[in-house]
């Protein structure tokens, strides 16, 4: 007849005393309370290790943080993944691990890990990423950053984010919720935590109505030719805002443009990636007024490295808030912003018929589908050459008030 151990009670496990050796007490299925002579009591799982035939005690932990009941419970847990050829020490050390990782990964640990892999992937620039972190150091970490990321709630996250929607900074509030969303699916992804728990919090706010940047419609443009011809400026500061106006890019590719960048045979701007927002190279084709425009500009920087240096320090390229301040002083304060450049350009060739898919290419707007994107880029050059001549002569005849009519005129100025 077979050996069986009769379960023990509540009672027994309360009231075994200390002896001068250590012993055992076992409730079956390798399940056991060692006593040590100090009187303190600890639960053992006895079984014989999967692929051997030795058998080995596991901790599972002391009485009475662990009472009877939890100790049973444990002893199947691990009984049945034993039945299954696991080994329960291997399984225990898989969970101490698990737990330190959780108390290692913190929300702001988490957060960094997923910004190094999210420059890497987007190809974002230095200080793009440096705005995102800016952003948490800010307005996240002081709250929830040295949280275990599988512990923070809902409501925990909304707490943190109410100054901001009280301060009325919805803006940036709505790009805040965007990244926190984005890193908790990264923690998801990497098995950090079980599930997206911080998915609508944006919800939870008010939405943010988008303002567009300040700008003027095409026909405005002879004004403000005469503000800027008439404007109290250094030379340089004209030429650039002439340049940014002329090429249509953005406010710190073209403060940053150096003229190892400039292929005068071909009359092209190659921009690097580095420099440009989608970390993608982008060409402009220069017009004549461009190219004018560098000629104005070379007795002020010709053996500089930057077209537009600095006034301050003419080693490094100005700053890419000159077009805006020049602005201001001229008294378009919330009429027009430098980025509004761009809208008129798009605005006026779309107006005239030019093709969107040239126009976008121009502005250096990314077509989510790589290989298109880098097929168009290369196949609208000729057509955007064409197109930025057209925009140029537009400026010219914008200076004398004479602004073109028409679908297209392409031979005013060439």
């Known amino acids: 007849m077979a050996n069986s151990t009769k379960p023990l009670t509540n009672t027994q496990v309360d009231k075994a005393k200390a002896k001068a050796k250590e012993y055992n007490l076992s409730d079956g299925g390798g399940l056991q309370l060692r006593i040590k002579p100090n009187g303190s009591k600890t639960?053992?799982?006895n079984y014989t290790r999967?692929?051997?035939t030795k058998r080995t005690n596991m901790k599972i932990g002391d009485y009475p943080d662990i009472g009877l009941a939890d100790a049973r419970l444990e002893r199947e847990k691990y009984r049945s993944r034993l039945a299954k050829g696991f080994d329960p020490q291997e399984i225990k050390a898989e969970e101490n691990r698990k737990r330190a990782e959780k108390g290692i990964n913190t929300f702001k640990h988490v957060a960094e890990q997923w910004l190094k892999v999210h420059i890497k992937k987007s190809g974002i620039t230095d200080d793009y990423a440096d705005d995102i972190?800016?952003?948490l150091v800010n307005h996240v970490f002081p709250a929830?950053?040295?949280r275990p990321i599988h512990q923070i709630t809902p409501l925990e996250a909304k707490a943190a984010l109410e100054p901001l929607e009280d301060a009325g900074k919805l803006e940036t509030l709505g790009r805040i919720c965007q990244r926190i969303n984005k890193i908790m699916s990264f923690a998801q992804r990497n098995e950090l935590i079980e599930a997206n728990r911080l998915q609508s919090i944006a919800e939870?706010?008010?939405a943010h109505e988008k303002v567009h940047y300040p700008t003027i419609a095409p026909t405005e443009l002879p004004a403000l030719m005469?503000?800027?011809e008439n404007a109290r400026i250094k030379p340089v500061s004209r030429c650039l805002i002439l340049w940014q106006l002329n090429t249509a890019v953005r406010s710190a590719e073209a403060a940053g443009a150096k003229w190892d960048e400039v292929d005068?045979?071909?009359?092209?701007?190659?921009?690097p990636?580095?420099?440009?927002?989608k970390r993608r190279a982008h060409t402009v084709p220069l017009s004549t007024q461009a190219l004018k425009i560098l000629e104005e500009v070379k007795p002020f920087s010709e053996n500089r490295e930057f077209i537009f240096p600095s006034y301050i320090d003419p080693r490094k390229p100005a700053n890419s808030s000159v077009v805006n301040m020049a602005l201001k002083r001229m008294g378009y304060h919330g009429k027009l912003v430098a980025h509004g450049f761009r809208s008129i350009f798009s605005t006026l060739l779309h107006e005239r018929a030019f093709d969107s898919v040239v126009i976008e290419s121009a502005l250096a707007h990314v077509d989510k589908n790589t290989t298109r994107d880098a097929y168009n880029n290369a196949l609208y050059l000729e057509k955007r050459r064409e197109m930025m001549q057209f925009w140029s002569n537009y400026i010219t005849a914008a200076q004398t008030g004479d602004v073109l009519e028409g679908k297209k005129h392409l031979s005013l100025v060439n």
């Open 273 to 277: 990636k580095e420099r440009m927002k």
């Open 204 to 206: 939870d706010f008010k």
């Open 43 to 45: 639960w053992l799982l």
């Open 264 to 271: 005068y045979e071909n009359k092209l701007w190659n921009i």
């Open 50 to 52: 999967p692929g051997t």
């Open 133 to 135: 972190h800016r952003s």
């Open 226 to 228: 005469e503000a800027i």
């Open 144 to 146: 929830l950053g040295k």
